[in-house]
């Protein structure tokens, strides 16, 4: 039951949700669901107890070593406290010696990360505008969630990844038309409590639920039993993870051998048929790839390949990948084959049927939502035209001048003298971390925008401190969300913390970009002046001043209503007039201009590689366990960590990592014990959580705990919290999308039996005295 007296209270915004804040008068107390939230996301407690954590960050900060001309090691060195005059003054004469000596591509300020909540005070809309007025710098382009599918997709579909996301079937339609959902990967309520931007109204679960009890049977393909809820009453097929290409192929080989698959809607909207079928039917290698061959592979039963595959074929059916698929070695062929499968079976465009990626992944994926252009800082164009896939950072900064591939185009990494961080943090979502920390000590500079002492703060040269959502007025709301949201102010900032906005405001002053930066707007100003721009998209809305004084907008004519949105449905009813964006207009199960790339690693058509290391694999005998590095339950990737839902959920002070009864007690590990996972590229303690909601042979430990090494100045030091990526493999998905590949992973664990060390994840660097300036 609501709480009228909070209806009262001042709401906020997060990627987790939209919550009312309960403060004192300085300082919030906690946090309260929004009202109209059904499926509120515990996270946002977290927000109110971290935000003056010792972690925190108060004071400019530069690293001793760098002060005094590049000595010592970032990671490991001490801190000097600085007043903002000097923390800028050091920022823009860094800045203008770079671009100076070097040339702004030696500049990189990719930045990628969520950041915080907010439409003004985003950071890489803050960093990208005020780079790009300097002259721009290297940028990153894809996503860590999903770089393959964002690659490959408009290759076979014609269509960007976001385009995509948005044309999905929508929910409402799942439920009244789809009899048969086959999830590859689930479908994660877990991710769902996140959307960039912010999310008003959490809705993923109700609508599978709907979409059970209107008759819907689930099917969960993947090694984690629980990644569809236990309400769905979901079949699991534990497959090898990685596997799913091979599962997909044999599907397909039953539905094309036993005469199921729709020929005409292969003839009439696909090309490329004649050119996969050889390889499918084995007339190119000799080996069909039928149920009993995708069954040594997948170590499931060919009696349920072939079932499932009558199955799909009989009634309309949902193809559901989820985003973690394609993160792995060969990423791109389980997307591609499931598009092939789906068009297979002839039921894309029609309600209900199909393919999908991602349901689950984010909230707002199929919600049927109407797409608005939210409110934006506006940003030049960047001058520079240099970039790097976006997980091929430590590559970029140990090879530069080097050559790579990267969807049909032989490039360069550039040199870079220079790293600009402003809200994300590579030292959660990169793999190899030991490779990564090699690889921080190249360039001549590294300066962050903090609010917390985390690995990206402490792994800096120059740190500024800046504000977090509650200390800052904002408005909140994506363009896949109907609320909008006065985000005002509600806490004070601790010391001399600042937002975003008001550091690039001093440091652009001192590189004389000043006025082109802030248009002689203060933060308040701009508010008025995006909101205003956004307001054009509607009649409807209110202006500013009523906004602000709000308590929250529906800028949607009813947020109660979803869309009826069937994916490709217009394509279906007419291809002529409806063309795909693709050479042929057509989806393309064969596609010439991947072919012509000669990517051995992406030929043509898909196809099934065998991972660089998989439990069929050689490298098993060493390492006989599957390391599932998946989001966490308790927090947005690495944000709020400190907070007390993520320190809630870890076994004495560390990341738990969840593993199977069976290889438990092979290994004489109990619930709660810490324990050493390990692997060639490096090891981490964890704390075991004994768990038959996993195959065997596979164990999850989720990424997000602040990186926390033993020795920073070592790289391959013991981790002590829990961090998988100090095990994951630093490699692209193949030469035409070079997406990460963190689920392509083999470990192996033992009961820690020395004394462990303690965790210092959350304890601030040490601090010196003030410092004479450079």
């Known amino acids: 039951?609501?709480?009228?007296?909070?209806?009262?209270?001042?709401?906020?915004?997060?990627?987790?949700?939209?919550?009312?804040?309960?403060?004192?008068g300085r300082r919030p107390r906690r946090l309260l669901p929004f009202e109209r939230d059904n499926e509120p996301s515990p996270i946002g407690i977290s927000m109110a107890d971290g935000l003056y954590h010792p972690c925190r960050i108060d004071r400019p900060m530069a690293r001793r070593g760098w002060l005094e001309g590049g000595s010592g090691t970032r990671g490991a060195d001490t801190f000097v406290p600085l007043d903002w005059e000097a923390a800028t003054d050091l920022a823009a004469r860094e800045l203008d010696r770079v671009r100076r000596d070097h040339g702004n591509q030696a500049i990189f300020a990719g930045s990628y990360g969520w950041a915080s909540a907010g439409r003004f005070h985003h950071a890489q809309s803050q960093i990208h505008r005020f780079m790009n007025l300097i002259g721009g710098y290297t940028r990153s382009v894809d996503t860590y969630s999903h770089a393959a599918g964002e690659v490959l997709v408009p290759h076979i579909l014609g269509l960007a990844f976001g385009e995509m996301q948005v044309a999905q079937t929508s929910w409402p339609v799942i439920a009244e038309h789809t009899r048969l959902m086959v999830c590859f990967g689930g479908v994660p309520l877990k991710n769902a409590q996140v959307s960039s931007g912010g999310i008003g109204s959490h809705s993923a679960a109700a609508w599978g639920l709907a979409a059970r009890r209107a008759g819907t049977r689930f099917v969960n393909i993947g090694p984690v039993r629980d990644d569809l809820a236990e309400g769905l009453e979901a079949d699991w097929l534990p497959l090898r993870p990685n596997t799913d290409t091979a599962?997909?192929?044999?599907?397909?080989?039953?539905?094309?051998t036993e005469g199921l698959a729709d020929r005409s809607f292969l003839d009439r909207y696909t090309v490329g048929m004649d050119r996969f079928l050889p390889y499918l039917l084995g007339e190119r290698d000799g080996q069909p790839k039928s149920a009993d061959w995708a069954a040594r592979i997948t170590g499931l039963a060919a009696e349920r390949i072939t079932a499932l595959a009558r199955s799909m074929a009989a009634t309309r059916t949902m193809i559901s990948v989820a985003w973690s698929v394609q993160r792995a070695d060969h990423g791109e062929q389980p997307y591609w084959m499931a598009i092939v499968l789906a068009a297979m079976l002839g039921q894309i465009g029609l309600p209900g049927g199909g393919i999908g990626f991602g349901y689950g992944a984010v909230g707002t994926v199929g919600n049927g939502r109407r797409r608005v252009r939210a409110p934006h800082l506006p940003r030049p164009n960047n001058p520079v035209a240099t970039f790097i896939p976006v997980a091929r950072i430590t590559d970029m900064l140990l090879h530069p001048g080097e050559p790579f591939d990267y969807d049909g185009q032989r490039l360069t990494y550039p040199d870079i003298r220079l790293v600009y961080w402003c809200g994300g943090n590579p030292f959660h979502h990169h793999q190899d971390l030991n490779r990564l920390v090699k690889a921080w000590q190249r360039p001549e500079t590294v300066i962050v925008h903090e609010p917390f002492w985390n690995a990206l703060a402490r792994f800096a040269d120059l740190v500024l401190p800046v504000t977090t959502p509650l200390e800052r007025d904002d408005i909140g709301g994506s363009a896949a969300d109907p609320y909008l949201m006065p985000m005002r102010r509600v806490a004070d900032p601790p010391g001399e913390a600042r937002s975003d906005y008001a550091a690039f405001a001093q440091i652009a002053?001192?590189?004389?970009?000043?006025?082109?930066?802030?248009?002689?707007?203060?933060?308040?100003?701009?508010?008025?002046?995006?909101?205003?721009?956004?307001?054009?998209?509607?009649?409807?809305?209110?202006?500013?001043?009523?906004?602000?004084?709000?308590?929250?907008?529906?800028?949607?004519?009813?947020?109660?209503?979803?869309?009826?949105?069937?994916?490709?449905?217009?394509?279906?009813?007419?291809?002529?007039?409806?063309?795909?964006?693709?050479?042929?207009?057509?989806?393309?199960?064969?596609?010439?201009?991947?072919?012509?790339?000669?990517?051995?690693?992406?030929?043509?058509?898909?196809?099934?590689?065998?991972?660089?290391?998989?439990?069929?694999?050689?490298?098993?005998?060493?390492?006989?366990?599957?390391?599932?590095?998946?989001?966490?339950?308790?927090?947005?990737h690495s944000q709020w960590d400190h907070g007390s839902v993520s320190v809630a959920s870890k076994v004495k002070g560390r990341e738990p990592v969840r593993i199977h009864p069976n290889d438990a007690r092979a290994r004489g590990i109990s619930d709660g014990d810490i324990v050493r996972v390990f692997n060639d590229r490096g090891a981490c303690l964890a704390g075991a959580v004994v768990s038959d909601r996993l195959r065997v042979g596979v164990v999850e430990l989720a990424t997000g705990a602040w990186f926390d090494p033993s020795d920073a100045a070592q790289p391959g030091s013991l981790e002590r919290h829990g961090n998988p990526n100090v095990l994951t493999r630093d490699i692209g998905t193949s030469r035409l999308a070079q997406g990460p590949t963190a689920q392509t992973c083999l470990v192996e664990i033992e009961r820690y039996n020395a004394p462990a060390p303690a965790v210092r994840a959350f304890d601030p660097p040490p601090i010196e005295g003030d410092a004479t300036r450079r």
């Open 1 to 24: 039951m609501v709480d009228e007296r909070a209806r009262t209270l001042p709401l906020t915004m997060t990627h987790w949700g939209a919550y009312r804040v309960e403060t004192d």
């Open 247 to 256: 599962l997909m192929l044999g599907l397909a080989h039953t539905v094309w």
């Open 509 to 636: 002053d001192k590189m004389n970009c000043g006025p082109a930066f802030t248009e002689g707007r203060d933060e308040r100003a701009w508010l008025e002046e995006i909101y205003e721009r956004f307001r054009q998209q509607s009649n409807s809305l209110p202006d500013f001043e009523t906004f602000w004084q709000s308590d929250y907008l529906i800028h949607a004519a009813d947020d109660a209503v979803a869309i009826q949105q069937t994916f490709l449905s217009d394509f279906r009813d007419d291809p002529a007039a409806n063309p795909l964006s693709t050479p042929s207009g057509r989806i393309e199960i064969f596609s010439e201009t991947i072919h012509g790339f000669g990517y051995e690693d992406c030929p043509g058509h898909p196809v099934w590689l065998e991972p660089y290391e998989w439990l069929g694999g050689e490298a098993a005998t060493r390492f006989p366990l599957h390391l599932i590095s998946n989001q966490p339950r308790t927090r947005l």
